[in-house]
Structures are given as C-alpha cells and as structure tokens.
C-alpha cells in the first residue's frame, strides 16, 4: 500500500522543526494520497500546525524533506507551493470586499478580470454565499467569513488544501453545521485535504485518514475507525473518545487472538482479536484492555460488579459512573425501550457489568509509541 | 397587582433607581461629560482667537476702549504688501513639507521593523525611538547648536578630513533636521500602530495565494496602514508648520519660520495688529490645509482608534 507512490500529493520525509531548544516536530514521515481528507490530530503543542505550515512553506524544516507532487518543497516559497490554505482566524482583508478577497489567488495568477469575477462568482456558489461580491468581510457572520476564506483558497483550484482548525472559532451548533458543509465541498471538489485540528470528534466524522501526533511525533495513522477500535497505546485510547483501561497480562497469543487475563478487580480471561500484522513483542506480558464505554452492558450477571456513583441523562442513552473496587468505569446505556419518566438507575444501587470480548482493544503497554 | 392599571407610564413611574436610571441615559449626562473639554477650549483657544481676529482689523492693537472702535484691513494690506512676511509663510510651508516627507520616509521601515519583528527587545526599541517626547525641547535644541555651530561636531569632524567648514547653523536644512527630531515620535506611534494592528497570518494568506513580499506589501500591509501614515502625516505637518521653538534657536534671525515672526510683532516690535493679522491667515492656511488634505487623502485615521 505505501510502496505505491503514483497517487502520493504530499510527502514529508524524517522531518524534524526545531525551534530554539524546543523540537516542535521530530522525524515526522507521512504520505497523503490524492484525494484524501487526512487529518492531523493531536493536542495543542503536539507540532500539527506546524506541520501543516512546513507543507506550506511558512516554516522550513530542519531537516528532512517535504514534497509536494514528487518535488522537494525544502527551497520553495509559499507563494509558488499551489498551496489553498485556510487560516485559523480566516486572516480575511478587511480592506477588500469579499468579491476582491475571493478573487486574490487568481489576480495574483494574472487572470484577467472578467474571467476573474465568473470564478469568484462560481466559488461562492460552492460555499453557499452567492452574490455577496460587494460585502465587506467586517459585514459578514463569523460561520460566512469563515466560508468566503475556504472560497478563497478554493477559488485558485489548488492541487492541496490545508485547513488550520478552521471551525475552531465559532459555536458548536454552527460547527457542526459547517463540518457537514466542509465534507460535502471536499467531496464535490475532490482536491486533497490536509486538516489539522485539536477536536477528535472532527476529525473522525470528516477524515479518510488520521494522523495523530504527540509531543512532536507520529502516535498512529490509520482510518478513524481503526484508531478508534484499535488505538495503538494509552494515550490514543484516551485521547480518542472515552477510554475505559483495565490492566491485564497476556496469557496465550494466538494467530488472531490473544489471551488476556485481567489482573486485580476484574478477575477475567478474554480472547480478544488483534491484527495479524502487529508485532509480537507488542502482545507479550503487561498489556492494558480497553473497553469503550458504549460497549459494555448492564446485565443481572456480569462477570463484574460495581456502584453506581454517578448518572448522567443524555437524552438517548445514560451515562454511568460505575466504580469496581476503586476504579471508576464509564458506561453508556441506550434508553431505548426504557421507561420515559422514570429512571433506569439510582444512584448507590449495584450494577453487574458485562462486555463482549470482541469489541476490546488490546493496548500495548509500556512502550509509549 | 389588582391595582396595575398596565399602561407604559406605569412602568417607568419607578423609584429612585428609575429616576438615577433615566438621568444616566439623558441627554444632560453627555452635556456634563463634555463640558470641562469644551469648557477648555472655548475659554482658553476660543476666546483668544476671537481677541486675536479683532486686533487684527484694528488700526492701534491693544484698542484703548472697546466702545468706539474703528475697524480697518490696514493690518492686512501691510501683510500683503511686505514681501519678507510672505516669503517667509511660503518658507515655513516649504519646510513643513520637507519635515513631514523625510518623518514619513525615516519612519516607516522603523514602524514596519518594530510592528513585525518576534526580538524581544521591541519595547525597548519603541521607547528609544519616542524618547524625545520626554526631554525638554529647549535644551534638546541648544545641544544641537554645538553640532552645528561653526566650531561644532559637524565641522570639527570635517575639518579632520580637510573639508568644510559649512554654514549649518541658522540655515533652513538646520531647521529641518531639528524638526525632524522633534517631531518623528508623532510619526512613528500612528505609522506603528496602524502596522501593528495588521493580522500577520493575513501577509501569509496573501503569500500563499501566489502574492511574493513586495506584492504582499503592496496589497496588504501598506493599504492598512495608510490610515496611520495619514494620521500622522496631517499631524506633522501641522506641528511644524506653526514651529516655533525649534526655528528660533536653529534658524536664527535670517531663518525663522511664521510663528517667529509672529511673536516678535508682539514681542520686539510692539505691532499686534499686524501680528494678529499673521496668525489669522496662517490660522486660516492651516485650517484650508487640513480640508483639503481630509476631502482628497482622508483622516479618519485620526479619529478611529481601531483601524
């Protein structure tokens, strides 16, 4: 799959940013393939944005290379990258109109005015805002600046588009409004998508692919939902929706499977799928299961039990805090079916837990990458 | 609550918090926040000036008695007639717009350097280039006499190389030079502050959209600071034109500017009428100065805090 290089938009090759003492990325190697929403994800500090400024070209790297289109980038200002990037705050020209802002990349280009105004036009129809040309961007809501700064990155027909947390400054509503939004002009354009953002929800309803980093370096890069189901250690178990992490020890590996028997409080031996591709070192001794919280029942026969220390109502389902000897366990109950005045629990009640080892992750411990 | 008639005037027929509340948001309130500013001005520029346009058509300044007063233009006729007065408002305007030129020339990359550099020493480097505002004018100026006199700095350094001596001192480029140093402050916080209020990730937009530095510049961050650059320009200007401390200790008896000879129609000369008739028309240059620059240039830089 990676050895194919044909389909590959972006290559960052070992790159590493230093800035002073701090390195903000640290031998950084990633792919993105023609075409593709790919995500950076990762706390605030971890080098996404970095990242995406040295694709670019507001940053140089250190050292390694960035390719853009098979070409090294190391050397190329970013006003000759065919970079759209869309900024933070937008960074709109408040002494242009929207019309003057749309149309900027291409007066840059040279194209001539006529054929100018039909684009611009044209582009923010795309977006949604057509006919407002002649507003200025101080006029404009904060979900439609943030619309005429995609168009105008758009409007240049850019072989990449980088987004730098473009939703982050606006309410959740509209947020969740112009995600749907975002992913329906990605898909209507198809240009290839570099989107770096701190909110895991985003990324995991928008992305074909996601590249989580960390203090600088390269966590786990996959499918949301192989990220999600199979996050490779700790911190992504955490860091990608709620984590419920019970350590344990490997008893038996198998081609598919291993066997792993909790320690302590959840006295249970579970034969939980993994990828045959792993390395077996990860799947020997000390490992952590994760469970998610949706994923775990409230049965009369649990193999474990616990009181319920909290309980929250979240319209579809119910969201328990159940603590087992100490830990504290999340558990999320659909309320489908369930009576609708009164509730399911009560607090202080015990509750026997079950789940499905299928729907486990082992997470390797030790070993923070 | 039965007794509640429910009528608007019901409602804002409250207690003292209602009667506190609507003095607040009356009127009279902005009259009283006002009123010490304009108070001010009206006591101290208003009236003065008023005093000063009626020496200036009176044959004898101070009048004698107000009650029988004749007016006359004969003020104004010798002003006109004398062509050393003229000259000399044409010099002053002329020196006025070469100060205000090299402020803004000397200004801007340093307004632009500071508004845009990570160094920590920015502060630092702001309070150097404003630290004229804070020593006396008069002893500033007298320290610029020993570069220039005859046997100043200027001269000793090009006596070394066997050059000179010049004649600086009392010449108009000495005026210039000092007038530049008095005024850049007022020229460089509008020009910065007008370049720092520019959102960095805006030259970076305009980069990314194909625009390399000099296009960047030109589109984006100089449009954006016109409104600083206008701002001060205007304010220069004014300042030096109506110079008088600076012309009077640089460029002597040959090289005054207006307000010199000015006061010395009050001072030496004892001839208010016709110094009174000076100032109403530098008055009046000024002012028609300041309308045409807003009507064709604009200052709104000057009254909007926030570009």
Known sequence: ?369 | MSERHGTDADLSDGGVSDTVGRLLRSKYLRVFQLSPALLWIGVFLLIPFCIIILYSFVPEAPPDQLTSVQLTIQNYVEFYNSSIYLSILLDSFLIAVFTTAFTLLMTYPAAYYIAFTDSKYKNLLLLLLILPFWMNVVIRTYAWRQIFGESGLVNYALGVINAGPVEILFTMPAVVIGLIHVFLPFMLIPVYSSLSNIDRSQVESAKNLGANDLRAFYEITMPQSLPGVSAGVMIVFVLSFGAFVTPNLLGGQQNGMIANVVGSMFLELQSWGVGSAIAVVFTLMVLLLVYLFNRFVGLSGLYEVSA
């Open chain 1, 1 to 369: 799959m990676t050895s194919d290089t044909s389909d590959v938009i972006v290559a960052l090759e070992s790159i590493v940013k230093r800035f002073g003492d701090l390195t903000a990325v640290d031998d950084l190697s990633v792919q993105i393939k023609e075409g593709e929403f790919f995500s950076l994800l990762g706390p605030s500090g971890c080098g996404k944005t970095t990242t995406l400024r040295m694709i670019a070209g507001f940053e140089t790297p250190t050292s390694g290379t960035v390719r853009i289109n098979g070409q090294e980038m190391n050397d190329v200002p970013s006003y000759k990258r065919d970079t759209g990037m869309v900024f933070q705050g937008y960074a709109l020209f408040p002494h242009k109109t929207v019309g003057e802002n749309v149309g900027f990349g291409l007066k840059m280009q040279g194209v001539p005015e006529a054929e100018r105004r039909e684009k611009v036009s044209e582009t923010l129809e795309l977006v949604n805002l057509p006919g407002l040309e002649d507003r200025s961007p101080d006029e404009l809501s904060g979900g439609q600046q943030q619309r005429v700064a995609l168009a105008r990155a758009l409007a240049i027909e850019p072989s990449l588009l980088l987004l730098d947390e473009p939703l982050s400054n606006l309410d959740y509503k509209l947020r969740k409004e112009l995600r749907f939004e975002l992913k329906r002009i990605q898909r209507e354009t198809g240009v290839t998508t570099v989107y770096v953002t701190h909110n895991q929800e985003e990324a995991m309803s928008l992305s074909d692919r996601i590249l989580i980093m960390n203090d600088g370096h390269r966590e786990q890069l996959g499918s949301p939902q192989r990220i999600y189901n199979r996050p490779k250690n700790r911190f992504i178990a955490d860091f990608i929706g709620e984590a419920n992490l019970f350590s344990g020890r490997v008893a038996n590996r198998g081609d598919r499977t291993v066997d792993v028997e909790l320690n302590g409080t959840v006295e249970e031996r579970l034969t939980v799928p993994i990828e045959g591709t792993e390395s077996d070192a990860e799947f020997e001794g000390e490992v952590a299961l994760n469970v998610r919280p949706e994923h775990i029942d409230v049965t009369d026969n649990g193999f474990v039990s616990g009181e319920v220390v909290s309980m929250t109502y979240l319209g579809k389902s119910t969201r328990l805090l159940v603590d087992i000897d100490g830990k504290e366990v999340q558990v999320e109950v659909p309320n489908e079916g369930a009576s609708i005045d009164e509730q399911q629990f009560e607090i202080g009640s015990t509750v026997g837990l079950s789940w499905d080892a299928g729907s486990c992750a082992v997470v390797p411990e030790g070993g923070d990458r």
